[in-house]
């Protein structure tokens, strides 16, 4: 179309569009509301294979006010136009900054960044969902209040808020970032303000140390979801240990993975090793120090002896565990004697400490994750393969052996099958494993780009037909997961939706509710 | 150099100015680059960012020649260079795009670094008129692979046709490359006035349109078009992926031949490069000036080339080479 805009909402006429537009105009001032195709373009590119213009925006609205946001939700209403909320924007591989459908508005909360509050004795955090986590970082270190921030690897440009509501993880103790959020607070479709757990009563000071309040906890239900936007989220921080000592265990085999993860479960359930451990295959390391094109050409995956050579030239293992002590040194010590036995039991583990491993890039980027220290370095990823294509498929495994070798396996199997190479690793949880896979893949390539999505879309078929359920997709797949969950879950996400939110006009299709 | 400036600085090697590149002071005095007013050159430490520079220096020196609108610049133009490449040097590049002001800065990184560097323009409401992939096939993909994979590829995602480059880097390729595909994706189809917006295209390519578009496009539909070089425009949907539903309309050659008379007398004065990052480089300015002579109101366009000529096919043998490409204003 030729007209001003370069996309509409769904079913919602030009004429419509412009009243609505100046009706936001009258509330954030014209320089908040943008439509030009310039001001639109960095919400849209996304990584995922299918045209960017299907994800395309028709406005994006930048808005730094509880009362603003309210407002705005009203002209929703009035005009029935959908928003699409981001916080940073950072779902790099999960659909990025841009909307779920075409047409629908960004409502970017990126200028409402307010730290307000951050409790040393406590260790609580209180922030608006702009707020970075180098915003924060920074805030903890200027004051040296001796907090240690978990974060996933967009770290420094990600934030705390749309991360830990899209239930993203992290590498330290306290990198489940769910399990530390405590007490939101949301404004629904129809204006409300709503304050989560403790917060829901006046002069509560408990808001962000209890996190259950009284009656149904609500918390969950803001999370992957649409059914509010946040506009303050509470959630813990780790007290700056006085000793911390990382590690990196080097296995050379693929099936070695039954032995890790039968080591580790023990360690992690009982405390020993208290991070989120990663197991991490040598393709999702080597692109820190290697490059593709200098150990395999042409197409198709890269074969098993090229990996292989990889590791031996760049101190790899095909399996890198890195995991981290944190207390003090007689705690370190004595729990780097129970890792190091368990682990030294069948000789194939090479265990290296900061001392033998500190300078290898991957150790060192790693290193920083697991103590909350910011570092963009993991995004080599992307210059694997190259031509920008990258989804993460993501799947839960148990935290048993036996499990995480039949995933890896069948999901090496279907990337080989469509050409792609396996960029996988284990995020160890408590009796789970998050199996992140980034499916990386050259948009510039039209076979990649066909093989990139038929591969993806037989992941995620064949792991939920064996129940293998994804903990997370991009804004392409949304559906496609919703329905591995069964009918019964659609519905009551429809009932919430539809008494929460009778207009649909907050982020429709987010995780396939409409 | 102010200290904020020199703190900006640290941990980037700087050319200073364009002088460093042989661009002479006011090369862009003529440029017509709408707002900004300021023009800079962002190298992110890939392995050809020498010859994108290259191709930027030719295109500043050929614009320095008067070939615009003057639009009067302040200043000299910027050049900075990442020493460590954006994912280490991130905090100076977030500081650098809140901190230049009104600025047309032209980047070129590695692909990790482009996903950062998006965001980080988001984050500055930086404007972003065009993104553009560059690939190159490796010299086993050529020979091993699919023969129907370009061996230069292209896809760019750009706000309007007023800053397209497929034409200009589709008219420096055609005549030394074996095959290629340029895809331009437009956020809005509006070009720039007094720009060329009827359907010319580039000397050696066949244009069509695809059927029903134009009849569409009062109806709001999607307009697209093919320049196709060496294969039918059924061959080159293929190539791309692309379902168009209906067949291509030739544009008629009294159109083409207009435009392509005016785009002939131009492109020929301009100068060439036999080096592939080079002519990106060059193309890229030349649509940050906005000085594309060929702008088609479109929503997708596509350049397709595959060379009868078998002696070139054995001229690209090197590893794959993948770049990004950005125009972005502060």
């Known amino acids: 179309m030729a007209g001003k805009y370069i996309a509409l909402p769904k079913g919602v006429p030009e004429r419509t569009f412009d009243a609505a537009i100046k009706a936001f105009r009258r509330v954030l001032g014209e320089a908040s509301v943008l439509t030009s195709a310039e001001q639109l373009a960095p919400y849209i590119k996304t990584m995922m294979p299918v045209p960017d213009s299907e994800h395309a925006p028709s406005a994006a609205l930048i808005a730094t006010t509880v009362e603003q946001i309210q407002k705005i939700v009203g002209i929703c209403n009035q005009y029935k136009v959908p928003v699409w909320t981001i916080s940073t924007g950072k779902n790099l591989g999960y659909g990025g900054a841009a909307p779920a459908e075409r047409g629908q508005i960004v409502l970017d909360l990126k200028r409402m960044n307010r730290i307000l509050e951050v409790d040393k004795d406590l260790a609580y955090a209180l922030v608006e969902p702009g707020v970075t986590y180098q915003q924060l970082h920074d805030y903890i270190a200027e004051r040296k209040l001796g907090l240690w921030l978990s974060f996933p690897a967009p770290s420094a440009i990600a934030g705390p808020v749309g991360n830990t509501l899209d239930r993203g993880v992290g590498y330290t103790p306290y990198g489940e970032h769910f399990m530390f959020a405590c007490g939101m607070e949301v404004v629904l479709a129809n204006g409300d303000v709503l304050r989560t757990g403790m917060g829901s009563m006046p002069n509560s000071n408990t808001w962000q140390v209890f996190k259950w309040g009284y009656g149904p906890y609500l918390d969950g239900i803001f999370t992957q979801s649409n059914y509010g936007i946040v506009t303050k989220f509470g959630f813990w921080l780790m007290p700056a240990p006085p000793v911390y000592k990382p590690f990196v265990i080097q296995y050379q085999n693929e099936e070695d993975i039954v032995e890790i993860v039968e080591t580790i479960r023990p360690l992690r359930i009982n405390g020993v090793i208290p991070n989120a451990v990663v197991i991490a295959h040598a393709l999702y390391e080597a692109p820190t120090k290697a490059r593709r094109s200098d150990y395999v050409t042409g197409p198709g995956s890269i074969p098993d002896a090229a990996v292989r050579k990889i590791t031996k030239d760049h101190n790899l293992g095909i399996w890198n565990v890195y995991a981290a002590l944190y207390g003090t040194q007689e705690q370190v010590d004595v729990n780097w004697k129970i890792v190091t036995q368990a682990f030294g039991k069948s000789g194939k583990a090479e265990i290296l400490t900061e001392k033998e491993a500190g300078s290898d890039p991957a150790f060192e980027y790693r290193a920083k994750l697991m103590r909350g220290e910011l570092t963009l370095k993991e995004f080599s990823l992307y210059n694997w393969r190259g031509g920008g294509g990258s989804m993460w498929f993501a799947p839960v495994s148990q935290a048993r052996g036996s499990e995480t070798l039949k995933q890896m396996s069948l999901t090496k199997q279907i990337l080989g099958k469509h050409g792609l190479d396996y960029s996988g690793e284990f995020i160890v949880g408590m009796r789970d494993m998050h199996h992140i896979v980034d499916v990386l893949y050259d948009k510039t390539n039209p076979e990649q780009v066909k093989a990139a999505y038929q591969c993806f879309d037989e992941l995620l078929t064949t792991f939920s037909a064996l129940g293998y359920g994804t903990y997370r997709v991009n804004t392409a797949f949304m559906d496609k997961v919703a329905e591995t969950y069964g009918p019964i879950q659609r519905k009551v996400n429809k009932i919430l939706k539809d008494a929460l939110d009778p207009n649909g006009i907050l982020a429709p299709g987010k995780s396939g509710i409409r | ?330």
């Open chain 2, 1 to 330: 150099m102010d200290v904020n400036r020199r703190n900006l600085m640290k941990g980037v090697l700087t050319g200073g100015t364009l002088l460093a590149l042989g661009v002479p002071p006011g090369a862009f005095a003529s440029a017509p680059v709408g707002r900004a007013e300021r023009f800079g050159l962002l190298l992110g430490n890939t392995s050809v960012d020498a010859a994108f520079a290259a191709g930027f220096r030719t295109a500043a020196q050929y614009a320095a020649r008067g070939s615009g609108v003057a639009v009067s610049m302040e200043g000299s133009p910027e050049v900075i260079k990442l020493k460590g490449g954006l994912l280490n040097d991130y905090k100076i590049v977030a500081r650098l795009l809140e901190k230049s002001l009104n600025t047309r800065w032209v980047a070129i990184m590695d692909d990790g670094s482009a996903a950062i560097f998006t965001e980080l323009v988001r984050n500055a409401s930086g404007k972003l008129i065009s993104l553009g992939s560059h690939a190159s096939a490796d010299g086993a993909s050529i020979q091993w692979g699919s023969p129907d994979i370009s061996q230069l590829r292209h896809v760019w995602v750009t706000a309007s046709p007023a800053h397209s480059a497929g034409s200009i880097l589709a008219s420096h390729l055609v005549a030394n490359e074996n095959s290629f595909s340029i895809v331009e994706n437009f956020l809005s189809t509006q070009a720039s006035a007094g720009s060329t917006t009827a359907n010319g295209s580039v000397p050696g390519f066949l244009s069509y349109r695809l059927e029903g578009s134009d009849a569409g496009h009062d109806r709001g539909q999607d307009l697209i078009h093919l320049h196709c070089s060496g294969l039918s425009p059924s061959s080159g949907c293929e190539l791309l992926g692309w379902n168009a539903a209906g067949g291509w309309t030739p544009v008629s050659q009294r159109e083409f031949t207009q435009e392509a008379a005016a785009f002939i007398a131009q492109v020929n004065g301009q100068p060439r490069s036999g080096d592939w990052a080079e002519s990106v480089g060059y193309a890229v300015t030349v649509a940050a000036l906005g000085t594309e002579a060929i702008q088609e109101s479109c929503y997708s366009r596509a350049f397709l080339h595959r060379s009868a000529t078998l002696e070139k096919r054995s001229r690209r043998t090197g590893a794959a080479e993948q770049f990004t490409s950005f125009i972005i204003d502060t």
